[in-house]
């Protein structure tokens, strides 16, 4: 229990602080205020002072920049009126940030779809070495027909 002296020392009747070991999402600060939502659906680790400057983790203001199809006119203005980004020891206006990263995420974007038309294309072939024709025979064939039986005993609606 709490002592009235203010000594909160934590034992087995009092359970610790659970944002102890947390990080602000933003800056990194261990002082962490509290967990919140962000302005996608994500919950994040925030101290105050990134709360008060309407910080947002950047990975969070990376994905609106792709949402927005790299378009700063596609983001509200309500967002880049109030949206901030701890970098380099600082808090940067959305639209800096935008016109700061933009080329570099188009470039990230772009090597990704790169990375995953080719794992497709290595899935489209795994796929068609074990995608049999319509004259390969296949163990057991027979039996799932027959299995299967006639259209006669389907129950016809009454």
């Known amino acids: 229990m709490p002592q009235p002296n203010g000594n909160n020392n934590h034992s087995d009747d009092y359970p610790p602080n659970p944002l102890a070991n947390l990080k602000c999402e933003c800056c990194g600060d261990t002082k962490v205020l509290g967990v919140c939502s962000t302005i996608m659906p994500y919950s994040a680790a925030f101290c105050e002072l990134c709360l008060r400057m ?86 057991g064939d027979d039996d799932i027909e027959s299995d299967l039986g006639d259209d006669d005993d389907k129950q016809q609606p009454r």
Do not use: W
């Open 54 to 139: 309407y910080a947002q983790p950047t990975f969070i203001i990376d994905a609106i920049i792709m949402t927005s199809n790299y378009d700063k006119e596609n983001v509200h203005e309500g967002v880049r009126q109030s949206v901030t980004a701890f970098v380099d020891g600082g808090y940067m206006s959305f639209d800096d940030y935008f016109d700061r990263n933009v080329e570099k995420l188009k470039e990230l974007d772009l090597e990704n779809a790169v990375k995953f038309d080719e794992r497709d294309e290595l899935d489209k072939h795994a796929f068609e070495e074990y995608t049999f024709d319509d004259d390969d025979e296949v163990e």
